[in-house]
């Protein structure tokens, strides 16, 4: 037993090794690609090789570039800028004592140069020895820079800003400066002395800085221009080794590939010529066996030509007409097989498809005739009906007709009825939703009813009658209106193209009655019309009559306007005028009260009314009273003494008129006045104002 199972193993073992063999073979089709692949291979892991050698170090320069050549010079930049900034900000702090410029500064302070000089610290170690001693120092001159700003808002906050502001607080004229000597020399003295520190120690801390930190920035950016140099050649130096191994390679490859194509072209001949055979249509019997995979291919094909025969047998069958002819595929993969008995359903089908396409065809064009052949309303309706009735080889017939009327009120009127090869003269009608035909009328959708009530139909001939098979109801509809309903019965069951036809010529049907009723409608609209043209004439001529009344309305109220105009504009000639709004400030005033004032309008336009008076009064009761009974919509009027620009003297008489508007606000005064003064007489308008 253990010698069978040992044998067992031996001949598995000798197995694989054989198809090993066999697949490494070159005078196989597979060894031959075999060795392209490996030799692919071979070249493609060089390739690779070499070029991520090159890479690397081109990757290791750039990690340096990233980690110390970047950083640095943006880190001392900050570093630099900020020192500017905070700088900026503790001036303005100075000149304004506003707190918001100190908070400005420590946000400068926190968020950009000390993250700045953190990241400086972390880069220590990267940097050289005498960069490491100047980035110490610049750090030490960056403290000191920031005690000695902390200082300088101390010595501010002791000795001056309490000055500032008390000087800021306090309007500083002739009659005060005497009591502010002191303060101001105090401020002039503590002034200069802190501009001089600013100017001294603050300006030279930062001088200081820069000298530190800008050859610091200096050496990073030629390291950086050696780095990129070096990364350039690492580019040139890789371009080149990939030319010359895709050189290399594509030439080894040319070769391998020219004496593999060689020996494959000289293996596909044999099979090549056999299919060729099969391409001209010869079944080749006497191919030649093959040593190779390829050997497969010859013996396939005369299995090919076996098939073919049959498929042509049965296609010659189909030529013919015969569809009924059988045919067994090879299997169900058979591609060809099934194609020609799919082929042969398919054309079964259209012929039966082509069949009924005829006849729905041939009776939309009888159908069509009988359309176009009957003028006569109710003849029309009997045409139709009998001939589907007879195209369907039914035995009864009807068409039902939508009454002209209100919706509430619509019904179907039984227009044709045909039974049994006879016309009937028979009256029904049916309401929406009663019965079958009701439903299809509010449904529009057709309806085939296989399984007939006793009583449905009652319709017979004079030997009698039989119960119908099939009855289909179907809607005379275009464009979603219902025009009608056509109900057919029979002993026979209807087809479903049977049943598309009687849709289709419900819509040509459908066409032709709304066309007919469009007609009947359109003479009676044509009256109407032409009776309603009559009336529009007649009250053309009345609304005629009222234009040219309105016409010399307008040019009487033209008229008038040019008179009001005219009297506005003597007025403002001869008067002065000012107005004011409900509040008593200036919105303008004509030539004569700007000269009587001696003031131009740009000086007194927008200002209040109380520069024309005395400061006294324009602070009295009596003054903020005229002005309230103005802005409540009272009349001013009297003489007034007004102060002009040069502080004379002008006596006036004035009308203060309040203008309302329609809910009764004030929406300006009026001023109109004579000014009177020595041999000298002038009027004055003020709107818009208050006061006296």
């Known amino acids: 037993m253990e010698n069978i199972n040992n044998t067992h193993h031996q001949q598995n073992h000798e197995g694989i090794f054989q198809k090993i063999r066999n697949t490494l073979n070159y005078h196989k089709i597979s060894g031959k690609v075999i060795a392209m692949i490996l030799v692919f291979m071979i070249t493609m892991v060089t390739f690779t090789f070499i070029v991520i050698r090159q890479n690397q170090t081109a990757l290791n320069t750039v990690d340096l570039v990233k980690e110390i050549r970047i950083p640095v010079p943006i880190s001392t930049a900050d570093v630099i800028s900020g020192a500017n900034r905070v700088s900026a900000s503790q001036r303005a702090y100075f000149m304004t004592g506003e707190e918001h410029f100190k908070q400005e500064r420590l946000y400068i302070w926190e968020n950009q140069i000390d993250p700045a000089i953190d990241n400086l610290i972390g880069l220590k170690t990267l940097l050289t020895e005498e960069d490491q001693l100047k980035l110490e120092e610049a750090i030490t001159v960056v403290s000191n820079y920031k005690d000695l700003q902390n200082e300088l808002d101390e010595y501010y906050e002791t000795n001056l800003k309490d000055i500032d502001l008390k000087l800021a607080a306090t309007a500083i004229d002739s009659s005060t400066i005497v009591l502010h000597v002191d303060e101001i020399a105090k401020q002039t003295e503590y002034r200069n002395k802190l501009n001089s520190l600013v100017a001294t120690s603050a300006s030279g801390k930062r001088k200081e800085l820069r000298n530190l930190l800008m050859p610091l920035n200096n050496t990073q950016e030629e390291v950086l221009k050696s780095d990129v140099g070096q990364l350039n050649d690492g580019i040139s130096h890789t371009n080149t080794i990939v030319i010359v191994i895709s050189l290399g390679s594509s030439l080894l490859w040319l070769f391998v590939a020219m004496v593999i194509i060689r020996s494959l072209r000289i293996s596909i001949e044999k099979p090549v010529n056999i299919l060729k055979r099969l391409e001209v249509g010869e079944l080749p019997e006497d191919a030649l066996a093959s040593k190779d995979e390829l050997n497969d ?34 299997g169900d993969k058979d591609t060809l097989g099934n194609a020609l008995v799919q082929m042969r359903d398919k054309l079964q089908a259209v012929a039966t498809e082509d069949k009924k396409r005829n006849w729905i065809t041939k009776g939309m064009a009888d159908l069509g005739e009988i359309l176009r052949s009957n003028e006569n309303f109710e003849e029309l309706h009997h045409a139709i009906i009998i001939f589907l009735v007879k195209y369907l080889d039914a035995n009864q017939g009807a068409i039902f007709q939508v009454e002209e009327a209100e919706n509430e009120n619509s019904k179907l009127k039984m227009m044709a009825c045909y039974a049994y090869g006879r016309q009937k003269f028979l009256e029904k009608e049916v309401k929406p939703g009663e019965g079958l035909i009701g439903q299809v009328y509010l449904e529009k959708k057709s309806t085939l009813l296989n399984e007939i009530p006793e009583d449905y139909v009652n319709i017979t001939s004079g030997l009698g009658g039989a119960k119908p098979k099939s009855v289909v109801i179907c809607p005379v509809m275009a464009n979603e209106t219902i025009n009608g309903i056509i109900e057919i019965a029979s002993f026979k069951s209807f087809e479903e193209y049977q049943i598309d036809f009687l849709e289709k010529i419900g819509e040509q049907i459908a066409a032709v009655i709304s066309s007919i009723k469009v007609n009947i409608k359109t003479s009676h609209l044509l009256k109407e019309s032409q009776e309603q043209a009559e009336k529009m004439r007649a009250q053309e001529e009345e609304m005629r009559q009222n234009v040219e009344e309105l016409e010399a309305t307008q040019e009487e109220m033209a008229r008038k306007e040019l008179e009001i105009s005219a009297q506005l504009e003597a007025i403002n000639n001869t008067m002065a005028q000012i107005e004011f709004d409900s509040k008593g400030n200036i919105l303008k005033a004509n030539k004569n009260f700007t000269e009587a004032l001696k003031y131009s309008l740009e000086e007194i336009q927008g200002k209040h009314h109380r520069i024309f008076i005395d400061p006294d009064y324009a602070n009295s009761d009596e003054y903020k009273l005229f002005w309230q009974d103005l802005a409540n919509g009272k009349q001013q009027s009297g003489e007034f003494t007004r102060i002009a620009k040069d502080g004379s003297e002008v006596l006036i008489s004035a009308t203060y008129t309040p203008v309302i508007d329609r809910e009764g606000e004030v929406t300006k005064v009026i001023k109109l006045a004579i000014v009177r003064q020595e041999k000298n007489e002038q009027v004055l308008v003020a709107a818009n104002g208050r006061g006296k």
């Open 297 to 330: 291919i010859i013996q396939a094909s005369k299995n090919l030509s076996a098939n073919l025969k049959k498929a042509s047998d049965f296609a010659l069958e189909i030529g013919e007409g015969r569809f009924e002819h059988e045919f067994q595929p090879s």
